[in-house]
């Protein structure tokens, strides 16, 4: 399938169905870096087989694991308990979470390692990341810019350290994790707000111990270097981020009713949910069960009328993905929804507190921008653009889902990007009654 130049939302008439959102991004990425990890073979089902994963499963293949996929999210990883030497470049293309990821793991191992991504992957800061592995004793240059993409890793050595974080932040906290795993020592890491634990928890499935106490109002994390891992089947439910995206579509077209099966339902990744409850959402989740050792629901959401809300800033790290399709909702709620204290939104794929207050504006919507927020005021919205998304995923669909309830069509550039997070989103907006085509 050739990817179209642009994509069209236009306004919809009621949205309705039952559909399953493709599985978790997050937990993707860490199943097969564990499996690659471990000693045997970890069968993974559900696995997201967006780009920003095949990147992870192409990365872990160069590093010696065998890699198979067994059918439509169903993949075996063999790991032979360590990263080994790659043949070449490692290229994680958009994915924040992988190269970060993938840092830490090797980290660990006496191999020499260049890292490199997409045009988007290159303009976000590495030294998060490569600061505390350097602390720990990895090596790294620099072949371009500082702070980086491309670089060159030279790992192995380690010791624990003890790292406290200025900034709730899964991937940097994991990337130290994964590093100690393979360090001397006990290495700590202490978040002033919990981010999503996904790592911690499949660390323990794969058989480490990690241990996790309060610390003010986040907690410290602990685990002690030279513990084997174990392969371990994992079970990957549905991305509460992406199921975010037909949900909205529900909660902001007269008539609709949308349920997304499976989500998965962590408490340090549904802020989102709440946030949009407080604004009067008729969201409902039913089938409380426990799958692949997370919490996952059935979530329903209805047309709602919504009012505007103050998000707390200290629920920035569990919904950090979601104020893109927080900030499309909220132009349709009546009054102010103030977003503060998410400063990190403007080094993800794109700056995305700068094109959601692009776009929105171009809609019609008022926005107001601050360095480290924004605040969207609701009314009914014009729609009638074509946005730039600079190729950032979450930015096109938060657009596409805002043009299916606007006046006029919305069109967003670079739709192709979509497919690192939610490959055939598009056709499945389609199955529930969306209007969104090439443009
Ligand atoms: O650990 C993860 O899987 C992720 C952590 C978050 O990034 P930060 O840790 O940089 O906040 C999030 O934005 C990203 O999409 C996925
Ligand atoms: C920020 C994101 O991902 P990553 O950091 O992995 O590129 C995202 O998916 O919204």
């Given at each position: 399938?050739?990817?179209?130049?642009?994509?069209?939302?236009?306004?919809?008439?009621?949205?309705?169905?039952?559909?399953?959102?493709?599985?978790?991004?997050?937990?993707?990425?860490?199943?097969?870096?564990?499996?690659?990890?471990?000693?045997?073979?970890?069968?993974?089902?559900?696995?997201?087989?967006?780009?920003?994963?095949?990147?992870?499963?192409?990365?872990?293949?160069?590093?010696?694991?065998?890699?198979?996929?067994?059918?439509?999210?169903?993949?075996?990883?063999?790991?032979?308990?360590?990263?080994?030497?790659?043949?070449?470049?490692?290229?994680c293309g958009n994915a924040?979470?992988?190269?970060?990821?993938?840092?830490?793991?090797?980290?660990?191992?006496?191999?020499?390692?260049?890292?490199?991504?997409?045009?988007?992957?290159?303009?976000?800061?590495?030294?998060?990341?490569?600061?505390?592995?350097?602390?720990?004793?990895?090596?790294?240059?620099?072949?371009?810019?500082?702070?980086?993409?491309?670089?060159?890793?030279?790992?192995?050595?380690?010791?624990?350290?003890?790292?406290?974080?200025?900034?709730?932040?899964?991937?940097?906290?994991?990337?130290?994790?994964?590093?100690?795993?393979?360090?001397?020592?006990?290495?700590?890491?202490?978040?002033?707000?919990?981010?999503?634990?996904?790592?911690?928890?499949?660390?323990?499935?794969?058989?480490?111990?990690?241990?996790?106490?309060?610390?003010?109002?986040?907690?410290?994390?602990?685990?002690?270097?030279?513990?084997?891992?174990?392969?371990?089947?994992?079970?990957?439910?549905?991305?509460?981020?992406?199921?975010?995206?037909?949900?909205?579509?529900?909660?902001?077209?007269?008539?609709?009713?949308?349920?997304?099966?499976?989500?998965?339902?962590?408490?340090?990744?549904?802020?989102?949910?709440?946030?949009?409850?407080?604004?009067?959402?008729?969201?409902?989740?039913?089938?409380?069960?426990?799958?692949?050792?997370?919490?996952?629901?059935?979530?329903?959401?209805?047309?709602?009328?919504?009012?505007?809300?103050?998000?707390?800033?200290?629920?920035?790290?569990?919904?950090?993905?979601?104020?893109?399709?927080?900030?499309?909702?909220?132009?349709?709620?009546?009054?102010?929804?103030?977003?503060?204290?998410?400063?990190?939104?403007?080094?993800?794929?794109?700056?995305?507190?700068?094109?959601?207050?692009?776009?929105?504006?171009?809609?019609?919507?008022?926005?107001?921008?601050?360095?480290?927020?924004?605040?969207?005021?609701?009314?009914?919205?014009?729609?009638?653009?074509?946005?730039?998304?600079?190729?950032?995923?979450?930015?096109?669909?938060?657009?596409?889902?805002?043009g299916l309830a606007a006046a006029?069509?919305?069109?967003?550039?670079?739709?192709?990007?979509?497919?690192?997070?939610?490959?055939?989103?598009?056709?499945?907006?389609?199955?529930?009654?969306?209007?969104?085509?090439?443009?």
């Amino acid at each position: 399938m050739t990817t179209p130049s642009h994509l069209t939302a236009r306004r919809a008439s009621a949205l309705t169905g039952v559909v399953s959102a493709p599985g978790d991004k997050s937990m993707s990425h860490r199943a097969l870096i564990l499996g690659a990890m471990a000693t045997g073979v970890t069968d993974i089902d559900g696995l997201l087989e967006g780009d920003d994963v095949l990147a992870t499963a192409r990365a872990v293949e160069a590093f010696g694991a065998g890699v198979e996929r067994l059918g439509q999210g169903r993949w075996r990883v063999t790991g032979h308990g360590g990263f080994r030497q790659p043949a070449g470049v490692i290229d994680c293309g958009n994915a924040g979470t992988g190269v970060r990821l993938l840092m830490g793991a090797a980290a660990g191992y006496p191999i020499t390692v260049t890292f490199d991504g997409d045009a988007s992957l290159r303009k976000r800061p590495m030294k998060r990341v490569t600061g505390p592995l350097a602390r720990m004793g990895a090596r790294f240059e620099w072949l371009g810019e500082e702070d980086r993409l491309p670089l060159t890793l030279t790992g192995g050595g380690l010791s624990a350290i003890d790292h406290v974080q200025s900034v709730a932040s899964a991937q940097i906290k994991s990337a130290i994790l994964l590093a100690g795993l393979n360090a001397n020592g006990v290495t700590t890491v202490a978040e002033p707000e919990p981010s999503r634990d996904h790592t911690e928890r499949m660390l323990c499935a794969f058989g480490a111990e990690v241990g996790v106490l309060p610390d003010g109002a986040g907690w410290r994390v602990t685990l002690t270097g030279g513990q084997p891992l174990t392969a371990t089947p994992v079970s990957v439910p549905g991305d509460p981020s992406s199921a975010a995206f037909p949900l909205a579509a529900a909660l902001i077209i007269p008539g609709s009713q949308v349920t997304v099966e499976s989500v998965m339902l962590n408490p340090l990744r549904t802020g989102l949910f709440e946030t949009w409850r407080e604004m009067g959402a008729d969201l409902t989740v039913a089938n409380r069960r426990m799958a692949g050792g997370e919490e996952v629901g059935d979530v329903t959401a209805r047309h709602s009328a919504l009012t505007g809300v103050v998000v707390p800033p200290d629920r920035a790290a569990s919904m950090i993905d979601e104020y893109p399709i927080l900030a499309a909702t909220a132009a349709f709620a009546s009054g102010a929804t103030v977003m503060r204290g998410i400063g990190e939104m403007r080094v993800k794929e794109s700056d995305r507190i700068a094109l959601m207050a692009a776009g929105l504006q171009a809609c019609g919507v008022a926005v107001e921008e601050e360095p480290e927020g924004f605040t969207v005021t609701g009314g009914p919205v014009r729609g009638g653009a074509t946005v730039i998304t600079h190729g950032d995923h979450r930015i096109a669909m938060s657009h596409l889902i805002l043009g299916l309830a606007a006046a006029e069509q919305v069109t967003v550039d670079e739709p192709g990007m979509i497919a690192t997070s939610f490959p055939g989103f598009v056709e499945l907006m389609r199955g529930l009654g969306g209007d969104i085509a090439s443009a």
